[in-house]
Each structure stands twice: as C-alpha cells, then as structure tokens.
C-alpha cells in the first residue's frame, strides 16, 4: 500500500506496509502514481510529457530507481501480517499498566469532563482507600507476568485531593519492588489548583511522568475549565506549572502540559503557540470527543478548518526548531526509525488486557474512559477479573478486525484508535470515531512532513557550520 501527499513544499511518498518513507520531487511522485499496473513505456512517456524540462534519461533513471526500491521492498511491499496475523485472543493476559482513579472528586467543571465532573455518573464524591489501593497494587504485581517494569496513573477527578493516600501507595509501590523484583513507573494527571511546593518535591522525586491540564489561551481556558462557582481558573494555576516544568527540565524529569479543543477554539494552533510562549516544551492539545448534540463537539464540517490548523502548526514548529522557541507537540512525536513493536503497532493501547482502571470502590474497569459503565466492569480487587468475555473481546480489537481500518494509510501508527471511542459513537469497541479518524491521519502527514523539513534545516546549519571551520 502506498500513500502519497503534498504538504507544505514537501512531495511524499509512504509505503505503509514497510515504514518507508521517501521524499521525492515531482516527476516522481507522479511516477509512483502511476507505476503499478501501467506499462513502463507508457509511464515514462507520460513523466516526459508532464514534465519538458526533464530528460528521458533522467526519467528513465528515476524510474529504474522505483523499481529497485520496490525489490529491496521500501515500496509497494506487500502486507506481511494479514495471512498471519496472531490471534490475540489466545495470548495470556499479562497487566503492565494501572489508571488508579484515586478521587471520584474534582474542585473544577470542566465543561467536556467525560468523566462527569470526575464523578464517573455516580451519586456523591468518593476518595479511595490505602486499603483499596493497596489491593490494586497487589493486583497488578500478581497480573504482570514476568514483566518487571509496570506503570500507574494516578488519576481522577483530581488526585491531588487525595494526596495523602497517593503518597502511602508510593510508598506501598516502592516497597514491594524488590520483593517481587518489580520496577514501578508512576504519573500523575492534575488540573494544577491544589499543587503546592510539598506535593512539587514529591513529584519531583517520585513520579517519572506529570500531566498538567490547561487549555492554552486565557479566554480558551477559562470558558471551559471554570470552579464550580464559574470563577476563572487560568491566574491560580500557570504560575504553579511554570515552576513545576522549569523544575522538571532541570531535573531531566518528564511532563507535559495537556488541553482539550473544542468548537469553541477551532483555531486551536494559537493556543498551542500561547503554551510554548509561556515557555511550555512539552505540550498536547487534543480534540474533544463528545456527544453530538453538545454544542462544543466537533462536527464534520470542521474537518477542513483542523486539518488547516495541524498545517498551521507543524509549520510554525519548523519554524523554531532549533531555537530557544522550539517544543514538542504530542501528536506530531512520531518514531520513524524504531516505533513501536508490531504486537502494538496492530493492536493498540491494551486497554482491557495490558491496561486497566481501578475506581475507588476497587471496581476493574478496561480503561478510565469505560470507568462507570456497568456492561464493562471486569470484576474487582477481592475477585480479580471475572468477566473474561470482555477481555476476550478486548483482545480481539486489532486493526484487521476492524474493517475500517484494514486500507487505512495510518493504521498502523495509531493501532485502529481509541476502542472508548469507537463504542461511544457506534455501539462498537472494534468499530472506529471517523472524526478522531480524519485528523489522526492529518496529524500523521504533519509529523512526517516535520520530520523531513527539520532534518532539511539542520543538514543546511551543519553545512554553515562546516564551512565557518573549513
């Protein structure tokens, strides 16, 4: 399979199957256009005629190239796992990773919360208990295999309002890690009120990722993440983030700070842009995923406008790249060389059978996004898992279950997508959320394009440099 596009200059050329990437210029690509299934003579006679400037030698040698690109398979590979592919539903369940949702409590409303104010549509607030807790941790160390590394998300709600319990299950974590020859990576996701020099230092010293949510602009932020009284949020928490990430960068600890767009700021990019100007260099602004008739979702006749947005985007990051302006926008971070291992490329996030969410009653759910949805709970930290239908069914979301998926260009950078989703929107874990689709696929043409530009860029100030010292 073959993806072709044109964005900001650049002419590129996927070949989806191997990872290969080329950039090429124009006769080229339109060659690669037509080069299957179309005689060579009339191919070059074709680039000859398009192209007068162009030699037929030169065509002629560019077109031998393509088909030594494609013996030596960086072209029109054939797919080499959908005659083999692995029935994961046979693969032992192994659980590397925790979302532990500590407070079914949050002091913001957050007018998009998924997670109904952090309440998860129960009735009242809930904190969880070290007892509770405790048992998770021993779920997930009794789950995990032979895996040593694990991760847990401290989540909510708003952790920080149970912190005194986080810091025991830390503490917990740490003390088992030896015993069980385990090695916990701990995050924590905060709306920033409630943090403090204490609960900085802690992180600082415990937590290996922080996830620090704000929506960009002023006015962007404010509208959306109010108190519950509706009083602005966005003076009472960027001074605490500017402290925390400059601490963080000296420490070469990770973070990033993390917002949601709306219908209400479609031009999201300036957002973005206000984050890395409050000096922010690690920064993801995503999408909101909401139900149709809220008058914030997304529609698809804003498809065009957020794809011009991402362009926007990836060419301001150019831009700056290798300035004191530069950072690193989530959905543009792509590994072209490595990336991950097939298992995952096919199969995604593990959500209900790598990963899974323990609510404050010790209730198992697949991920935080299925945390109270009955038809989904799993079991508990007493009984463990008892509903192994559904891990089944989890592990049976790949992207050649998913039909959608099967000639889509990105499927396998984003593994078929989010299964919460595709069942909020379809009534279908395996099925996919077209607009998630839509800009997913855009955000991938930028971060390759970027990829091209920026190597570009730092080729030429080599090149200045060379010739400063020659």
């Keep these: 399979m073959i993806h072709q596009y044109k964005n900001n200059g650049y002419d590129i050329v996927l070949d989806v199957n191997s990872g290969a990437i080329h950039e090429v210029d124009d006769p080229t690509y339109d060659m690669i256009s037509e080069y299957e299934g179309t005689p060579k003579e009339t191919v070059i006679s074709d680039i000859c005629r398009k192209y007068p400037k162009e030699t037929k030698e030169d065509i002629e040698e560019a077109y031998d190239e393509i088909t030594q690109l494609k013996d030596e398979k960086a072209l029109f590979t054939p797919d080499p796992y959908k005659d083999r592919v692995i029935d994961y539903t046979k693969r032992p369940t192994v659980v590397k990773a925790m979302c532990l949702n500590v407070a079914h409590a949050c002091n913001l409303s957050c007018k998009y919360c998924f997670a109904d104010e952090g309440l998860y549509f129960g009735r009242k607030a809930e904190l969880m208990s070290f007892e509770v807790g405790k048992k998770a941790f021993d779920f997930l160390i ?55 020099d204490e609960i900085m230092d802690f992180a600082n010293k415990e937590m290996d990722n922080v996830v620090m949510s704000i929506d960009g602009r002023r006015e962007v932020h404010d509208h959306m993440r109010p108190f519950h009284n509706g009083d602005p949020t966005w003076d009472v928490i960027v001074p605490k983030y500017q402290k925390f990430c400059a601490e963080r960068e000296a420490l070469g600890k990770e973070y990033y700070v993390r917002g949601t767009y709306t219908r209400y700021n479609l031009d999201f990019a300036k957002d973005v842009l206000a984050l890395a100007d409050l000096g922010f260099k690690e920064i993801s602004i995503e999408p909101v995923v909401a139900p149709p008739e809220a008058d914030y979702s997304l529609r698809e006749e804003d498809i065009p406008t957020l794809c011009e947005q991402y362009d926007i985007l990836a ?14 926008f989530y959905h543009f971070m792509i590994d072209l060389e490595g990336g991950p291992c097939v298992y995952k490329r096919l ?20 991920c935080h996004q299925f945390v109270g949805k009955p038809d989904f709970k799993l079991g508990d930290v007493d009984s463990g898992i008892v509903r192994d239908d559904i891990v089944t069914d989890f592990k049976g979301c790949n992207v050649y279950s998913r039909p959608k998926c099967r000639d889509c260009f990105a499927k396998y950078y984003c593994s078929g ?12 874990i395996r099925d996919v959320y077209e607009i998630g689709c839509a800009l997913e696929r855009k955000r991938i043409e930028c971060a390759i394009m970027i990829k091209a530009a920026c190597a570009e860029k730092d080729a030429k100030s080599a090149s200045k440099e060379n010739e400063k010292t020659a």
């Design 315 to 328: 060419r301001e990051m150019i831009k700056r790249h290798g300035t004191d302006k530069d950072f690193n």
């Design 417 to 428: 997508g989010c299964s919460a989703n595709s069942y909020n929107f379809t009534g279908h």
């Design 142 to 196: 009794a789950h995990s295999g032979n895996r040593r590394n694990l991760e847990v998300d401290f989540f909510g709600g708003e952790p920080t309002l149970n912190w005194e319990v986080v810091k025991q299950l830390v503490a917990y974590g740490r003390g088992q890690e030896k015993k069980y020859d385990k090695h916990f990576r701990f995050t924590f996701t905060t709306n920033g009120i409630l943090l403090n």
């Design 347 to 366: 199969s995604g996030c593990g959500s209900g059978t790598e990963y899974v969410s323990i609510t404050p009653d010790g209730s198992i759910f697949p």
